[in-house]
């Protein structure tokens, strides 16, 4: 993957929304929760203030106008520049088409899930499949609401895309109780004696 002068994430929503038109860092955020992306991309005023700058110094955007009203402080209004238009397409292209290896929490967790005993984590992936079946329920509503107020579903694609990696974790995680819990092959027995404990999960 291509080294970015600004590789935060929440700089790449920056740079499509003022592709559309340009906005002081508040608009931008006002803007940037409005359409749901703290959903997908983590972000304070804090973090999105520091990208914008981050931002400007790479050339990607520039201050179009400086104002203030009253006793408010100044707000300086930014717009994408050709070099930014140009690091939006390219950084989409790049994360569209390339698929990256991630570290998502979960999978790290995993990786060291032996050091729990196996009783503790079947009563955590159950739990876990109620967080999923939690997060399934919010964003299928949002797209059912979102498609009845007319919005078209190129603009849902991701939370479709997040219902499906729902669904497939969902059913990892039961796959995974099934191979603990199996009561003839399971590996919950072996892995209770290890702990030097018995396998009897609640």
């Known amino acids: 993957m291509k080294r970015r002068q600004v590789g935060n994430l929440l700089a790449l929503a920056a740079l499509s929304y003022l592709s559309r038109q340009p906005m002081h860092p508040y608009e931008l955020s006002k ?10 991309i983590k972000f304070t005023h804090g973090s999105l203030y520091m990208v914008i700058q981050q931002l400007a110094k790479a050339g990607f955007v520039a201050e179009q106008e400086v104002s203030r009203e009253g006793a408010r402080p100044e707000r300086t209004v930014y717009g994408i520049t050709d070099a930014g238009r140009a690091e939006l397409r390219d950084w989409l292209r790049e994360l569209v088409g390339q698929p990256q290896h991630e570290y998502p929490a979960f999978v790290s967790a ?13 009563a955590l992936l159950r739990e876990r499949l109620d967080g999923l079946a939690a997060q399934r329920k919010e ?3 949002l797209i059912e609401k979102s498609e009845a107020e007319g919005v078209p579903p190129l603009f849902l694609i991701e939370e ?6 729902l669904d497939a974790e969902s059913a990892f995680v039961e796959e995974f109780l099934a191979k603990i819990s199996d009561p003839d092959e399971g590996w919950g027995p072996m892995w209770a004696a290890a702990h030097g404990t018995t396998f009897n999960p609640e």
């Open 139 to 141: 964003a299928a509503e």
């Open 110 to 122: 995993l990786s060291l899930v032996a050091a729990l005993t196996p009783n503790e984590v079947v």
């Open 31 to 40: 803007t940037l929760r409005t359409y749901g992306d703290e959903r997908s």
């Open 160 to 165: 479709v895309y997040r219902v499906r990696l």
